[in-house]
């Protein structure tokens, strides 16, 4: 187990209001990531985070933003959400040296209509 | 730009049978990852693969890393309804900020 939760864990949302994900670790690891999940594209990486304030984009971060002002969590933000935000979001850690394996949250399933 | 192909995409099965599932790139991984996830749930880190041609069992399944470290294979022998799961590959690619390349999965059903 590697300590990782996520909220919520549903959410449905209408079209254009802001949404906030949170993920929060409990061991304090430095490397983060926000993926979505979606049928026929598998897992894409949306933002992820090297170190508190320390944040870059991923394949699939047009509207979405991340903070990490503090190490144990890492929030995404929907800034207006559209339907085609529509997904299952998973948080990771990556724990630590080589090889870089990845321990997933629970995810949260994030419905816009 | 770096692709994981994985084959089949998906799988059905009786209880018994044995299979392969194959994770395929035309670039060099540093080490190789599978996963699996079931319904609802996030991935599970399953083994890692670092050495070209490293064999790795865990149980039922054997998984084996390409002697040029460009593709990887998982086989379950003697499938039970528990391996029943979307199985994940991952790429990793040294210095790229611990990023993974992700194959697309296989899902597998086996039937009782």
């Known amino acids: 187990d590697a300590g990782i939760t996520q909220s919520p864990r549903h959410k449905v949302t209408e079209t254009g209001t802001p949404v906030t994900l949170r993920c929060h670790q409990t061991?304090?690891?430095?490397?983060m990531y926000w993926y979505r999940q979606d049928p026929g594209h598998g897992l894409r990486l949306i933002h992820y985070?090297?170190?508190?304030?320390?944040?870059d984009k991923g394949e699939v971060s047009d509207g979405y933003s991340v903070s990490r002002s503090k190490t144990e969590d890492f929030l995404l933000t929907l800034e207006s959400a559209t339907s085609s935000q529509t997904s299952v979001y998973f948080c990771?850690?990556?724990?630590?040296?080589?090889?870089?394996?990845?321990?997933f949250g629970p995810g949260t399933r994030l419905t816009v209509t | 730009t770096q692709l994981l192909e994985q084959s089949p995409q998906f799988l059905s099965i009786q209880e018994g049978e044995n299979l392969t599932v194959y994770c395929n790139s035309s670039?060099?991984?540093?080490?190789l990852q599978w996963y699996r996830q079931e319904p609802g749930e996030g991935p599970v880190l399953l083994v890692t693969?670092?050495?070209g041609g490293e064999v790795k069992k865990l149980k039922r399944l054997t998984f084996q890393f390409g002697d040029a470290r460009k593709d990887s294979s998982l086989h379950i022998t003697a499938a039970q309804p528990g391996d029943t799961g979307l199985y994940l590959c991952?790429?990793?690619?040294?210095?790229?900020?611990?990023?993974?390349?992700w194959g697309l999965g296989t899902s597998l059903a086996v039937n009782p």
């Open positions: 991952a790429g990793e690619d040294a210095g790229n900020n611990r990023k993974l390349i």
């Open positions: 985070s090297y170190g508190v304030k320390d944040t």
């Open positions: 670039s060099v991984f540093s080490s």
């Open positions: 061991e304090n690891h430095r490397y």
């Open positions: 693969v670092v050495t």
């Open positions: 990771a850690i990556s724990v630590g040296g080589l090889p870089y394996e990845q321990y």
